[in-house]
Nanobody
Framework: QVQLVESGGGLVQAGGSLRLSCAAS????????RGWFRQAPGKEREFVAA????????YYADSVKGRFTISRDNAKNMQYLQMNGLKPEDTAVYYC???????????????????WGQGTQVTVSS
């Protein structure tokens, strides 16, 4: 049973942009904080961005501040990650996530996060 599904990944040149989307299959996720993580081969899954349940607060990893923007549309059960100024080091599988506590997301408490998508590949060429 799939709860979250990512889309929008692909291949882009350095300096380009991509917009990732994550659709939730359950409307109850509208009351959950939402986030994005990424994982490159040989590395641990790392926090990228998070947003509170009502969109009032956002959080970003230092590596993406000023380049990435997280947003959500609760009426559509959607979350987004706008990625601008992409760099080769952004190459990874990107996962969307949902959790009742935004701290679990922004602090990278992987084992406590309620739901995950299956991931979408983002590849940035130099």
């Amino acid at each position: 049973q799939v709860q979250l599904v990512e889309s929008g990944g692909g291949l882009v040149q350095a300096g380009g942009s991509l917009r990732l989307s994550c659709a939730a299959s359950r409307r109850t996720f509208s009351s959950y904080a939402r986030g994005w993580f990424r994982q490159a081969p040989g590395k641990e899954r790392e926090f990228v961005a998070a947003i509170s349940w009502n969109g009032g607060s956002t959080y970003y990893a230092d590596s993406v501040k000023g380049r990435f923007t997280i947003s959500r549309d609760n009426a559509k059960n959607m979350q987004y990650l706008q990625m601008n100024g992409l760099k080769p080091e952004d190459t990874a599988v990107y996962y969307c996530a949902a959790d009742l506590n935004v701290a679990d997301l922004r602090l990278g408490r992987i084992a406590k996060i309620h739901s995950w998508g299956q991931g979408t590949q983002v590849t940035v060429s130099s």
